[in-house]
C-alpha cells in the first residue's frame, strides 16, 4: 500500500499509474470508506438510507404536480421525463461538489496515513453511485407508467450509466485537487451548478426551435441526460448527445490525468 | 531490513491569503524552519539536508523543540509528504501514528476502525478478523470497541490506535510524539509492546518529549533543530547533550532575571541548606538535603558535595527552592554546598553529623 520507494526524479506519470494501480487493487478500503460516509450522513434515523429513495420520490411527485400544469405533454410523459430527468441531474450535480471536496473531505487521512490518493476519488464516486442505485429504483418504479411501448432500446440506457461511471472518475481526479489549490473554485462549481439546473431541460422540454431549444443544443448537461433519457422514454439512441458525451469524456480524462500526475506531490502539503 | 534519508529536503509552500497579513522580514526564528523563496514563492524549509540510515532492530528516538521538524521528517518517512530534494528509501513499508484524529473515523466503532485500519495495512479481511482479539485485549476496551471512537476518551482513543497501529504495521514503524503522554499502566504497556516488537529485528522511529521513555526504548537519537540535524548517535550521548542545551537556556534565563532582580544579601538567620533525616513517604531510609533561597531572588541552583580529596562534585541542580534525596553513600563528614548558578556564589553549606 505504502510507497517504500521515494525516488527523486521518478516520472510524475509512472507515478501516477502506480497510485491507480494501487488504488484499484484495494477495491474493499474504498468501498468500506465510502459506507462510512453514507452510514455517518444518515447515523441515528430510523429510515436510514431510505430516506434517499423518499425524498427523491417527493421531489419527483411535488415537480411533476406543480410543473405539469404548465407542461404541453401529457401528464405521464412529462412525469417520466422529470423522474429520469432529475434523477441523473441529482447524480451528475452531487457528484460534481463532491468530486471537488473529494480530497478535502479526506484531509484527516491525507495527512495521516499514506495511501495513495486514488482511493478517496473512487471512495467519493462510489459514494454516489451507493446514493444513485437507490434513486435509480425509483426510477425503475416509475417507468412502470413509462408512455411508450417497451422495446429493446431501453437498454441503450445501459451504456449510457457506463459513460456516467467514467464521467465520476475523472471528474473527481480533476476537480478534487484543483479545490484544495483554490479554495473559490468550490463555491464557483457550487453556485454554477445551481444556475445549470435551471438551463437544462430538467423542468421543461426543449421543443423544436427557440431559445430554449439553442440553450439546451449547447449545454453538455443535456446530452448527458438524453443518453439515459431518451432511450427509455422515447426507445431511440440520441447520437449527437453520445458524439458530445463522447468528446467531453475524452477531454475529461486528458484534463484529469495531466491534474492528477502534476498535484500528487504537493497536494499533503496543500490541504 | 533498511530504512535511508539521503539529504532529505522538505519545504512547505506558504499558503497566504489575499488577506493575510504576513511579514518575511521579521519571521521569528526561534520555531519553525527557514523561510525561503522557491520559484518565487515563499516556502518553509521544514527539514534541511537530513540524512541517516537504519538497519535491522534500529530505534531511532527524535528530540527537539517545538516546530524543530519532528513531525514532518516522521510523515516523510511515511510517504506522506513528498521530497522537495533527497530520497527517503526502504525495503518495507512504512506504518505510522501521528494523531488519533487522523487517519480515524470518529464515527465509526473501534471495530469499523480495526477493518479499515488493516485493508489500508494490505490485509485481507481474515488476516484482520484474527487479530481483532489480540487488539482488544491490548487495547483493553472491552465493549467499548462497539461504540463509535468519538464516544472514547483521549486515552482510550490513543491505547486503540496504538494496538491497531503496532498489530497491522510492516515491520518499520514511525510514531508521534503524543505516544508518551498516556497513564503509566500504558506507557508501561507501550514499552513492553515495543520491545517485543524489536525483538523481530524491525525498525521504529518515535519523536517524544519524554526522554525517559527514550532512554528505555531507543538505541540511538536524532537531535532535530530548525529542520536540520543538530546531533545523531547513541541515546545516552544525543540526550545528554540535548538536556546540557536545555539547562544552559534555563540558566540563560535565570541570569537575565539576576540583571533585573539581583539577589538579595541572604542574612546569617536564614538557613538556606539542611539536612533531614528521612523514613517515610515511600522512600528508603536516609536523608534528604533541602534548599530554600527562592525569597532572596535566587532562580536557579546547583548543589554539590566535597569529596574526600577536597573535590567538588555535582550532585544535582535546581530551583530556588527543593530537595533531594541522598542514598546510603551518606558518610557522616560530609559537605554540602548550595551555589547560585548566576554566579557560582556558595549561599549555603551543611556537613552532616551522622
Known sequence: ?271 | MYLECNGLTVDFPVRKGPKDPFDFESHNLETGGEIIAVDGKPHVRALDDVSFALGAGDRLGLVGHNGSGKSTLLRALCGIYHPSRGSVRSDHDVSGIFNIHLGFRPEASGYRNILLKGLIAGRTHAEIAAAVPGIAEFAGLGPYLHLPMHAYSQGMAMRLAFAITTAFANHILVMDEWIGAGDVNFQDKVVERMNSFFESADICVIASHNNRLLRKITNRCLWLDAGRVRAHGPTEEVLNAYEAEAMSIKLEAARQAALLRPRLEIPATHRALWLAPSGHGGLADGHVLAWDASDYNVSSVRLSVIGDAGNEQMICTGIGRGSKFLGPWLKPGMAFLLRDNVDDAVIGRVVFEG
Open chain 1, 1 to 271: 500500500m505504502h510507497q517504500s520507494q521515494t525516488v527523486r526524479g521518478a516520472s510524475p506519470w509512472s507515478a501516477a499509474w502506480q497510485d491507480w494501480k494501487q488504488a484499484i487493487r484495494v477495491p474493499a478500503l474504498w468501498m468500506n470508506l465510502a459506507l462510512e460516509d453514507l452510514r455517518d450522513r444518515y447515523r441515528r434515523t430510523v429510515l436510514g438510507v431510505a430516506w434517499i429513495a423518499i425524498s427523491f420520490a417527493l421531489f419527483v411527485a411535488v415537480k411533476v404536480l406543480v410543473f405539469g400544469q404548465m407542461s404541453v405533454a401529457s401528464t405521464r410523459e412529462f412525469a417520466i421525463f422529470v423522474t429520469i430527468g432529475f434523477g441523473a441531474w441529482s447524480f451528475i450535480s452531487s457528484m460534481v461538489t463532491d468530486a471537488c471536496g473529494a480530497y478535502l473531505h479526506s484531509r484527516a487521512w491525507i495527512l495521516g496515513t499514506a495511501v495513495p490518493y486514488p482511493v478517496y476519488l473512487l471512495q467519493a464516486a462510489l459514494r454516489n453511485w451507493m446514493v444513485f442505485s437507490l434513486v435509480l429504483l425509483v426510477m425503475a418504479v416509475a417507468l412502470f407508467w413509462k408512455p411508450t411501448p417497451w422495446t429493446p432500446a431501453a437498454f441503450l440506457a445501459i451504456p449510457g450509466l457506463l459513460a456516467y461511471f467514467v464521467t465520476s472518475v475523472w471528474l473527481s481526479a480533476l476537480l478534487a485537487p484543483l479545490c484544495v489549490r483554490y479554495h473559490d473554485l468550490l463555491h464557483a462549481v457550487q453556485t454554477s451548478m445551481r444556475l445549470m439546473f435551471f438551463i437544462t431541460p430538467i423542468l421543461w422540454m426543449p421543443g423544436q426551435s427557440g431559445v430554449l431549444a439553442e440553450l439546451a443544443r449547447i449545454n453538455p448537461m443535456t446530452h448527458y441526460l438524453a443518453i439515459v433519457r431518451d432511450p427509455l422514454l422515447y426507445n431511440h439512441w440520441p447520437a449527437t448527445s453520445w458524439r458530445v458525451v463522447g468528446l467531453v469524456n475524452a477531454l475529461g480524462i486528458v484534463a484529469a490525468a495531466i491534474t492528477y500526475a502534476s498535484t500528487r506531490r504537493k497536494i499533503a502539503f496543500w490541504i
